[in-house]
């Protein structure tokens, strides 16, 4: 594995550089409410409604122990700005537009660059319309978006934007939700495009609902339905599928320095509308935790199953943030995985750290996939600046290769 010292170094000046700007300007709040208040056009209340921008540098680093493909190398600059509309008689308007431009290092495959020489980094330079929809809150505890929206479920296992990577995932799509019954909130939607990470549209014919009731000081109960149906692309019809599941989620306080954690799901799948393969497979997730004095542990099982060479399928997900930060197991193996985790997170000084480690075999635990270690250390700056450092290595064995991960992240957000 080649070393990261030199690769690293500028990178490590520059976000150094960006840290004592951040700084600067937590020192001085004037200059944020400035800043604030033009994008709400001088008005407190936004009673001409606000700018919304969005600024995020990275640079990652993808390398792979054996295979022909050069280490993936780039920065990249993401940027994001919208114009939300004030509420009126309960509608309100959004659109927002998105770029990423590579800055200083290109030497990557986006997917769509035509670079397939390098190791894979996710973030083509594409610009978009990533949001344009417009609400209804005319009906009591309703809410009724329609257009092109963020769409994110739950802990995002099923539906999210893959907000990680710099172009997001967003939904062509009408959206309910509903608060009327007490501690409840449903959610309803009908999704006809996906505009996926690499600015691509996906044609679909796709519903969900998700229904979930509050425990006050227990945890959430949660029952949900996902139909995936692709319309167009054979490669996609194999990932039509149809999901129905339930979830159990929650924090019990035992005393003012002490909560226990708790996650229990379990959801059936098989295939739907187009999908040429004839399987059915199940999904479950486990963990357990204490939160104490300032420091988190969490320990867990989650499980997709593999039938017939085919694997429980979330192709609507927010991927990266399941089964390891390597980003191995995007697509579930035909064996399908079992990924048994353990996560020690805390904070120092407004400092975030947390370490995780993995253990990935198929669902039978006969084939060891191999492990993996996660680090990450993230901070925020006077609420609207950030600054990331991310690592994860995969330790192959019966599956892929060694392959590890480097980033490091700066972000302005208003």
Known sequence: ?????????RKTLGLVALLSVGGVQSANANFNKTIENALKFGQDDAKYGQIKLNLRYRYENHDTDIGPKKTGDTDTLRWRIGYLSPEFHGVQAFAEYEGNQDIFTNEYNSVRNGKTGFETVADPQEHELNQLWVSYKGIPDTEIKLGRQRIKIDNDRFIGNVGWRQMEQTYDAVMITNKSLPNTTLKAGYIINQRDIFARENDMDSQFVNLAYDIKGIGK????TYLVDYNEAAGNNRSSNQTYGARFNGAYKVNDDVK????AEYAWQRD??????????DYFNVMGGVAAFGITLKAGVEQLGGQKGKGFDTPLATKHAFQGWADKFLGTPGDGIRDISVALSGKIKGVKIMGVYHDFDDDTGSINYGQEYDFVVATKIAKHYSLLAKYAY???DQFSTDTQKFWLQAGVSF
């Open 1 to 9: 594995m080649s070393s990261y010292h030199t690769l690293t170094k």
């Open 260 to 263: 226990a954690l708790y996650t």
């Open 221 to 224: 109960v949660t029952g949900y």
């Open 272 to 281: 739907h509308g187009d999908n040429p393969l004839n399987y059915q497979v």
């Open 394 to 396: 995969y330790d192959a």
